[in-house]
């Protein structure tokens, strides 16, 4: 059974999915931060080696963690929500990496089912920008955008994608194809 509140904005990094997601929030949307950057942020400030870059797997088991807390507390909220990825791209991440994905992280994809309908947005070379939590090149962006369009298909959800253009145009396409 899907959340009928909880829509996922995926795709690959640097494709503006944040961006996307907190030009809704500041059209008064209820909007989940993504939980990549959420646990890299939080693992640096605390010395913490959750890190895509030092234990991929228990950056994965963080991710997760973030996820389905996300996913609880905001089943709650009235009106839809917006979430900066999902709990499928946890397998996405886990695919790319070349590590075996624990059957718990697909129960937990088949337990907590958003919005049949996912907003994907398509690798954006012209926006596309590393930062001190995205070090991806722009070809692991392509390839991520490709392992997130496998995973969300294989569980059963219907991918619209976003049109690139002007952040305002991407915000009225997601709401209008809500309303």
């Known amino acids: 059974m899907s959340s009928p509140k909880l829509f996922v904005i995926t795709g690959g990094p640097g494709a503006g999915k944040t961006t996307q997601i907190g030009a ?17 942020l939080e ?15 228990a950056f994965a088991q963080a991710m997760l963690a973030h996820d389905v807390d996300s996913y609880a507390r905001l089943s709650a909220t009235s009106g839809p929500v917006f979430c900066d990825r999902g709990i499928p791209d946890v397998i996405g991440y ?8 624990p059957e718990a ?16 947005c398509p690798p954006w ?4 920008a590393t930062d001190s939590e995205r070090k991806q090149t722009p070809e692991i962006a392509e390839q991520t955008y490709a392992a997130m369009v496998a995973v969300y298909s294989e569980l059963g ?3 619209t994608e976003v ?15 809500v309303s």
């Open 43 to 57: 693992q640096q400030a605390r010395g913490g080696t959750a890190l895509p870059w030092i234990d991929r797997q």
């Open 24 to 40: 809704l929030a500041h059209t008064g949307f209820a909007v989940a931060p993504e939980a990549g950057r959420h646990v890299i």
């Open 94 to 101: 886990l695919r790319l990496e070349g590590i075996a994905v």
């Open 157 to 159: 959800y219907t991918l």
């Open 105 to 120: 992280i697909w129960r937990a994809a088949r337990e907590h089912r958003y919005q049949e309908r996912v907003f994907i």
């Open 163 to 177: 049109p690139r253009g002007p952040v305002d145009t991407r915000v009225k396409f997601v709401r209008e194809a």
């Open 125 to 128: 070379r012209a926006i596309y």
